[in-house]
């Protein structure tokens, strides 16, 4: 190792710890002969243990979310709709049905063996207790909301049905395991909405 | 939010330490269109993509813009994101473009002409006098020329090789190592003195 370029190159190995003796035995050897070469080894050390403490991750000073969601598009106008609104995004989600649907989650979706069962029974779990919750608040509702909320449930039910089946006819298709995830989320949400309008 | 919900949540949580070939509902669901997922995936990666425009801006309001353009153009392009890295490695690689790409052109309005060996003064003569004996490592790194901090940055703090930093900057390989080394001295040469 007499060129100081070489010396450059092995860095960071030398910083890993992976060089082996033969090479850091002529990398010593430069180094004893060569003041740059110790200086930019030093430097290297010097700046790694203050460059590895640094964060790697810094909370923005303002939420910035304000500035973001208005910039969304149209997809976030259905989905930030009020709680009555679901009930049309269900509809508009039936009405392009799994093939349409299946089509955009392909794309993101990679095979994830025995996940989803777990998955789902955590839903299965969450819609169950938060249906119990909205039973036992909807007393409290007048009798038109309480009917639109659960003609809105109704359409968001047979949204997962209809996903549901098609999973159950189609084991192995994991796209087809996301739109029944996405069902069931938009299920909780709804469900979490309607509680909280029967408590307030 | 009942307790289950909040399990639900917590098990459906993305982040790096997801393995990559993991379902993640989250990026699937704002995939279909689903905006409070994505503000989900919003919340768990903005201080990394913040962080991340914050040491190659150098500029804290640059940052928060080029902060909420990364996730507008991360909304627009989900549908591209096949699933085959990590969502949080696919928004990194997207932020660096993107602000990359910005600086270029903020660059390109901006420059002035200043002679190589100039620079290390104009460094040292930039620094605010009161730092006291420690200066913060961040607010050193924000007062390195952009070409050498651009390279430390990718290079140091986020792992890049030198051969990505040169096909996402245009550099060739041996600049970006130069570039490196510089940046190093410089940063070494403001903090230690
Ligand atoms: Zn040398």
Known sequence: ?200 | MTAATLALHHDTGTGEATAPRTVDPDVSTAAAGDDRAFERLYRLHVGRIHALALRLAADSDDAERLTQDVFVRAWERLGSFRGDSAFGTWLHRLAVNLILSDRRSAWRRTRRVVPKADLEEEMAASLPVNVGDRLDLDAAIAMLPPGARTVFVLHDVEGYEHAEIAGLTGVAVGTSKAQLFRARRLLREVLDR
């Not at chain 1, 203050?50 to 923005?60: E, N």
């Not at chain 1, 955590?122 to 039973?135: M, P, S």
Request: a positive charge; aromatic letters at 6%.
């Open chain 1, 1 to 200: 190792m007499n060129d100081c370029r070489d010396v450059r190159e092995a860095i960071p190995s030398l910083l890993a710890g992976n060089l082996g003796p033969e090479t850091r035995a002529q990398l010593d050897a430069h180094l004893a002969r060569c003041q740059a070469c110790r200086d930019d080894v030093e430097t290297a050390i010097w700046v790694g243990e203050r460059t590895r403490a640094l964060p790697r991750a810094i909370a923005p000073a303002r939420d910035l979310w304000t500035g973001i969601a208005p910039r969304l598009g149209r997809r976030t106008r259905r989905f930030a709709a009020p709680w009555w609104g679901l009930a049309a995004a269900a509809i508009v989600l039936m009405a392009l049905s799994s093939a349409a649907t299946v089509a955009l989650v392909r794309r993101t979706v990679q095979p994830d063996p025995g996940g989803f069962a777990q998955l789902e029974l955590g839903f299965q779990n969450a819609a169950r207790e938060l249906g119990e919750v909205y039973r036992e608040s909807r007393g409290t509702l007048a009798p038109g909301t309480r009917a639109v909320l659960e003609r809105n449930l109704e359409v968001i039910e047979r949204a997962l049905a209809e996903a549901r089946a098609a999973l159950d006819a189609d084991p192995s298709n994991r796209a087809l395991e996301a739109v029944v995830v996405a069902a069931y989320k938009r299920k909780i949400a709804f469900l979490e909405r309607a509680s909280a309008f029967g408590e307030s």
